[in-house]
């Protein structure tokens, strides 16, 4: 069975700084997905960025990018320029695309609370 | 509209009573999840519907019973709850399997805050 490992119960960052979340991640399946979703106080989750265990590159989506090394199955977070908004539960997840089974299945981390200091 | 709505956003119930919690999503997705999220534990899969039928039960106890009449709406009808039932129950749509291009990603509703007395 898969599992998604986030170490960091909480982390601070100082406003306009960059910040790393860890995420680690342990299958024995080749094919799967990566994904890091944001949960404010209103309980609504937001998703931030993806990526595929076949992705060549590590995702970039604005402010969010992830570091992905597939050696060592970790899929960090780097949040740059850090902004009050960002405040907020982040949660690392992972799904698998064996045949026949819901991609929409995800296994998720404990999740990490960060907190922006102006 | 948003996305995915859920009601009620708050629920307080008694161990006897019956209640439904509704999920409604206008994404035009083909699957419907619920999740819960208790305290200090990560957020755990109860159900997927993909086309309208139920394909995954994570062995959730039989006192939540799902329907998902059509592919726009998910219920989940909960009766005789115990207190360690008291989460977040967070909705979710997806088209699935993804579009080609797609990331298929969760699009997930602001959730149902549950309490059972």
């Known amino acids: 069975a898969q599992k998604i490992t986030q170490t960091q119960p909480g982390m601070f960052v100082q406003e306009k700084e960059a910040v790393t979340l860890d995420c680690t991640y342990d299958?024995?399946?080749?094919?799967?997905?990566l994904f890091w979703y944001k949960q404010p106080s209103s309980g609504e989750m937001i998703f931030l960025i993806y990526?595929?265990?076949?992705?060549?590159q590590n995702a970039t989506e604005g402010r969010y990018s992830l570091n992905f090394q597939k050696a060592r199955k970790s899929a960090n977070l780097v949040i740059s320029a850090s902004q009050l908004g960002d405040s907020a539960m982040y949660f690392c997840?992972?799904?698998?695309?064996?045949?026949?089974?819901?991609?929409?299945?995800?296994?998720f981390g404990q999740g990490t609370i960060l907190t922006v200091h102006p | 509209e948003t996305g995915v709505t859920q009601t009620p956003r708050h629920l307080v119930m008694g161990m006897t009573n019956k209640k439904s919690l509704k999920c409604e999503q206008h994404?035009?997705?083909?699957?419907m999840y619920w999740y819960k999220q208790s305290a200090k534990k990560p957020l755990e899969l109860m159900f997927v519907?993909?086309?309208?039928?139920?394909?995954e039960n994570n062995s959730v106890p039989s006192r939540f019973s799902p329907e998902c009449p059509n592919s726009s709406h998910l219920f989940l009808h909960l009766h005789t709850l115990q207190p360690e039932d008291s989460a977040l129950y967070l909705c979710?749509?997806?088209?699935?399997?993804?579009?080609?291009?797609?990331?298929?990603?969760?699009?997930f509703g602001e959730g149902s805050r549950l309490t059972v007395l």
């Open positions: 979710a749509s997806s088209q699935d399997p993804p579009l080609a291009g797609v990331t298929g990603e969760l699009f």
């Open positions: 299958t024995s399946d080749q094919s799967y997905g």
């Open positions: 990526q595929g265990s076949y992705d060549e």
């Open positions: 997840a992972m799904t698998l695309f064996a045949g026949g089974t819901s991609y929409g299945k995800l296994t």
């Open positions: 994404l035009g997705h083909n699957a």
């Open positions: 519907y993909s086309l309208e039928e139920r394909v």
